[in-house]
């Protein structure tokens, strides 16, 4: 393990069900193998994974990306006001499991997309918070 048991500065966000997983995706990730400590079955394009946040409607690795990435598709929502208020409810979330060794930008902010990305200055890895559009708005937890 690389240290990211807890990347927190908190006590409340150590006990969050999505700091551990988060912090296994980060591992992963730095492995530098497309994933392949939790990747399961060929899917093609996305593989099955052996790692889910709490709730996820799907989650899977595409390690055939460059760069390789790990998703969870956590929310599903009718309403555009009701998908922003829970894409700033993971943002809290990621933040506080992420800790203070993290920093966030809003890269993007649009009708269609609002993307949030987290970055160390120490690592080329990120975790990536992003409302999209379609037929509903959907919210997905990236981790590169």
């Known amino acids: 393990m690389l240290g990211l048991a807890c990347m927190c500065g908190s006590a409340a966000?150590?006990?969050?069900?999505?700091?551990?997983p988060l912090a296994r995706a980060l591992e992963a990730a730095r492995a530098g193998d497309g994933f392949a400590g939790i990747t399961g079955a060929d899917a093609?394009?996305?593989?099955?994974?052996?790692?889910?946040?709490?709730?996820?409607?799907l989650?899977?690795?595409?390690?055939?990306?460059?760069?390789?990435?790990?998703?969870?598709?956590?929310?599903?929502?009718?309403?555009?006001?009701?998908a922003l208020e829970v894409?700033?409810?993971?943002?809290?979330?990621v933040e506080a499991c992420l800790g203070p060794a993290w920093s966030?930008?809003?890269?993007?902010?649009?009708?269609?997309?609002?993307?949030?990305?987290?970055?160390r200055s120490d690592d080329t890895t990120r975790v990536?918070?992003?409302?999209?559009?379609?037929?509903?708005y959907r919210l997905f937890v990236v981790v590169r």
């Open 13 to 20: 966000a150590k006990d969050d069900p999505y700091c551990a």
């Open 44 to 57: 093609g394009l996305y593989h099955d994974t052996t790692l889910a946040l709490p709730g996820a409607k």
């Open 59 to 82: 989650c899977a690795t595409s390690p055939r990306e460059q760069p390789a990435a790990w998703r969870c598709h956590m929310e599903t929502n009718e309403r555009y006001t009701l």
């Open 87 to 93: 894409h700033a409810e993971f943002l809290r979330r």
């Open 104 to 119: 966030g930008e809003r890269l993007q902010d649009k009708g269609y997309l609002r993307l949030d990305v987290y970055l």
């Open 128 to 136: 990536q918070v992003l409302t999209t559009t379609g037929p509903k």
